[in-house]
């Protein structure tokens, strides 16, 4: 399956320089078309997230703060792509085309999780920030509606990426129906690893589809890994922490896994692996749910 567009959300922020340049350092190995997209705030909106008894002269000086803000960030990272484009020479492209490393850059105004979702859903890939690192803050929203709005491959980045990913892949494999479609869209990765390693977390009982099950079926595909079963952590940690452990002993500086296996309810219970691992990962995730 190969990888012909990819969506990069940009938040005007400061540390959106780094993150770019992985983006397009991914699209130039890939030989894919990158829209780089800044959303910005409707004044109107911003309202919304203050309190009840404004007066409308405070109301009005909300808007006008919201699209000072606004305008700054968009300016940012209009700037920030100029730059990027510049560093990888990639070509500025408006209209598509069939081949070729290329870019755009696209402003709009909205809900950035709302928009995010509507354009990632005709994607091939949406490369995504992790979220909480600064100066982002909180955990985002436009994560969130990526991961389960679009039904893509989401290839989350933490800030800074220490140096090339993507040599020696970890498959964190449960046996979901996620899982397996986070491997078939990996493929453009995982063709171009020079290791591959299948990682289950043993919880008692034996995962089906096996580990080496994947392994054969990879095999089929030209790719060869191995197997490994990661016993689950005598401290009680979790099934993601466990995983990421095992991938860091692995020397692997990338995972592809499942996102949201369990439904709500057993997350609620047993908690969940994908929070797990976007808590603690230090190296890219592609991510599918």
């Known amino acids: 399956m190969a990888i012909r567009t990819i969506l990069a959300p940009l938040g005007g922020v400061e540390d959106d320089d780094t993150f770019l340049d992985t983006v397009f350092s991914v699209g130039k190995r890939l030989g894919a078309h990158i829209d780089a997209m800044q959303v910005g705030l409707d004044p109107r909106d911003a309202v919304a997230f203050v309190g009840e008894g404004m007066t409308a002269a405070m109301i009005e000086q909300i808007m006008q703060a919201a699209e000072r803000e606004g305008g700054a960030r968009g300016s940012r990272a209009a700037d920030q792509f100029k730059r990027i484009v510049e560093k990888h020479e990639a070509e500025i492209m408006e209209t598509p085309r ?49 991961l389960r709005e679009t039904g893509r491959p989401v290839l989350v980045m933490p800030t800074p990426v220490a140096g090339a990913f993507g040599n020696h892949i970890a498959i964190a494999w449960n046996g979901s129906v996620e899982s397996g479609r986070a491997i078939r869209f990996a493929m453009p990765f995982l063709d171009g690893a020079y290791k ?29 890994a191995k197997s490994v079963t990661v016993p689950a952590d005598p401290s009680g940690a979790g099934a993601g922490k466990a995983m ?21 309810l057993r997350r609620l219970i047993f908690g969940g692996v994908t929070g797990e691992v976007l808590a603690s990962v230090t190296m890219p995730v592609l991510m599918v749910h």
């Not at 692995?250 to 996102?259: L, R, T």
């Open 98 to 146: 069939s081949a070729g490393f290329s870019a755009r850059f696209l402003q709009l105004t909205g809900r950035e999780d709302e928009k995010v979702a509507e354009r990632g859903r005709l994607a091939d890939l949406i490369v995504a920030p992790l979220p909480g690192t600064p100066p982002r803050g909180a955990p985002s929203f436009t994560l969130d509606a990526c």
């Open 244 to 264: 990421m452990s095992a991938a860091l002993g692995e020397g692997a500086d990338m995972i592809v896994m499942g996102a949201y296996t369990r439904n709500q």
């Open 196 to 224: 591959v390693t299948v990682l289950s977390v043993y919880l008692g009982s034996t995962v089906m589809p096996t580990g080496e099950d994947v392994v054969e079926y990879l095999a089929w595909c030209g790719i060869k």
